[in-house]
């Protein structure tokens, strides 16, 4: 996402006129403006072939089942809020 913010930003940059960015030209120096998208697209397609984007959303859905579970577990009074699992009551 970093690539695709900063390749929006070159291009705004050249079409504004500003720095050295705003002096490229197009027909000599596309490869520079567009370089940050392609990269993106080479991060984007490296990701998703090594299983890196979906390790990400099974450890984030994970995460998110945890605190529901632990929210729940507190409103039945089975935990005192901010108890770790497997401190409860002993008998």
């Keep these: ?10 291009l ?9 960015v705003g002096r490229l030209v197009w027909w000599e120096d ?6 940050p998208f ?3 697209a080479l991060w984007w ?3 998703d072939s090594t299983g890196h984007t979906q390790r990400k959303a099974m450890a984030k ?3 998110r089942k945890e605190a529901r579970r632990a929210k729940s577990m507190e409103a039945l009074g089975l935990r005192k ?6 401190q409860g009551r002993r008998r």
Excluded at 1 to 10: D, F, I, N, S, Y
């Design 61 to 63: 859905m994970e995460a």
């Design 81 to 86: 809020p901010g108890q770790k699992a497997g």
């Design 1 to 10: 996402m970093w690539l695709v913010a900063l390749g929006v930003l070159v």
């Design 12 to 20: 705004v940059l050249n079409f504004a006129g500003v720095g050295a």
């Design 30 to 35: 596309a490869w520079i403006m567009l370089a």
């Design 45 to 47: 397609f490296i990701a």
């Design 38 to 40: 392609g990269l993106a």
